[in-house]
Nanobody, 119 residues
Framework: QVHLVESGGGLVQAGGSLRLSCVAS????????MGWYRQAPGKQRELVASITSGGSTNYTDSANGRFTISRDNAKKTLYLQMNSLKPEDTAIYFC?????????????WGQGTQVIVSS
């Protein structure tokens, strides 16, 4: 089983930056796509950005131009650099990872890290 642990959230003023990290533990035979999602109070979880095993990235309109997703496969770590943060970016940010592990296909989620952007 593959476990994900996010870190890097916190309280920041509008216009500031944060860098989120997500570390995977467990045996991974083949890494697949990874992504960052977020869930604001009273709203559904939504995709923020994703990255394939080959490094191709995809961003939602709200993240495009402000956020950068990257991964270090050797360290089994996913990153999200968030710049020019806005109060509407306030949410719990979750990491998702897919691939093949010791028990076969996995689709794992982390526990989330809170991001609060004050105006």
């Amino acid at each position: 089983q593959v476990h994900l642990v996010e870190s890097g959230g916190g309280l920041v003023q509008a216009g500031g930056s944060l860098r989120l990290s997500c570390v995977a533990s467990g045996v991974i035979f083949r890494s697949g796509a990874m992504g960052w999602y977020r869930q604001a109070p009273g709203k559904q979880r939504e995709l923020v950005a994703s990255i394939t095993s080959g490094g191709s990235t995809n961003y939602t309109d709200s993240a495009n131009g402000r956020f950068t997703i990257s991964r270090d496969n050797a360290k089994k770590t996913l990153y999200l650099q968030m710049n020019s943060l806005k109060p509407e970016d306030t949410a719990i940010y979750f990491c998702n990872a897919q691939g093949v592990g010791i028990f076969g296909l996995f689709d794992s989620w982390g526990q989330g890290t809170q991001v609060i952007v004050s105006s």
